[in-house]
């Protein structure tokens, strides 16, 4: 089946909106496929996340094609904002470019917010591993006696730039840059002295309460994918060498080497939406050191989605290590329904005891999708996830995890 008459028996939720509030005669699929290169959709969005509460906003997903679709991906865009019942709010741009034949890849991020997270410390094994003496089997982990919210603001400029140098080949360079301000570990009855952040920060020789993370990037990338927001086929696997430089304002030097890769099988040819995909991501501190907020970890990818079951920067560590596995399958005819199950696991060093693939965390659980534009391919993601520990929680999002 081709894409245009696939595109005629699908339904959307931008499309129900359409036509429950406007009385005009929607455009049929093939005459928006044949006449527009430009599709667009925003809706208003309502979320639960264990980090962040309940939190209302908007959310837009955009797709343009910049050149014939036969031989040029999709170029999508995204964009939202919302604030939260735990005093979050947040305003964040994305968007993954391609130009006519691919020639050129464009792939960057902007955020600007302020938040809170539950602060537990480096590595992966324990509850809790901090500089504290808490143990496992000390504590329930909702009172865990080492977990300390930590609160700031950031702001967060990634522009990466990537020329095709042959089939689905890439090499590139970009620029990365991260401000931390306002930081609070906000613990009552405790010293201030006694957090994670503090007594990491003080022991590397950063200022605890604001600190910046900019560097250099140097990329190469195979993309053999048929769509960036949810692909149905193909690889794509990304390096990254990022240096971060005092002349650019980063407070220490440091070298990454960040490593993804991601596999997707189509398994039926009448129904593509049948998916199993992988995912693998890590990052790993090869020289200098990183600011406390900065470390690697739960949710630390561009769209904050690792580690389901788990809430934001639940592990993390100066290298750490990523892998999940996702079944996808359509549930209605329509395609406006599909659902997902999926299983994940991390790994987090911190440098002194606890070494990087010696403990594993998982996590696993299942979600429900609604097709938010059939055209850019955007879903509305509802996932609820159970992880070790007892933790567990409903994720929401825009767009496949991964």
Known sequence: MSLEDSLKTQSDANGLLNSFFSSKRPATADTSLQEK?????VLPSAAYNPSVGFAIGATSAAGKYFGDRRNTILSVMNAGAYISTNGLSTLEFKHNAFTSKNIWNLQGTLQVGKTIAKDNGLGTGRRSVGDGPFHMGDQHFGDNPNEFPIRYTYLKINERIYRKITDHIYVGAGLSFNF??????????????????????????????????????????????????????????????????????????????????RKYWSLS??????????WHWANYLLSGSLPYLELPGTASDAYGRIGRAFIIGRFKGPSFVYN??????????????????????????????????????????????????????????????????????????LNEVF
């Open 37 to 41: 290169n430009f599709f667009w959709a």
């Open 180 to 261: 931390y301000n306002n930081i609070d570990d906000n613990r009552k009855n405790i010293p201030v002295e006694e957090t994670h952040n503090y007594r990491y920060s003080i022991r590397k020789g950063y200022y605890p309460f604001k600190y910046n993370a900019n560097g250099v990037l140097l990329n190469f990338q195979y993309n053999s994918r048929d769509q960036p927001n949810r692909a149905f086929k193909g690889v794509y696997a990304d390096i990254i060498l990022r240096t971060n430089q005092g002349w650019l304002g980063s407070n220490h030097n440091a070298v990454q080497l960040k490593t993804e890769f």
């Open 269 to 278: 040819d009448t129904d593509p939406e049948n998916v199993l995909a992988f």
């Open 324 to 397: 999940e596995a996702e079944y996808r399958f359509p549930l209605t005819k329509n395609k406006l329904l599909s659902g997902v199950t999926f299983v994940n696991i991390e790994s987090a060093n911190n440098q002194r005891d606890i070494k990087l693939f010696r403990y594993w965390e998982p996590g696993a659980g299942f979600g429900l999708r609604l097709l938010f534009n059939k055209y850019t391919r955007s879903n509305m993601c509802f996932d609820y996830a159970r992880g070790s520990y007892g933790s567990n929680g409903f994720f929401l999002g």
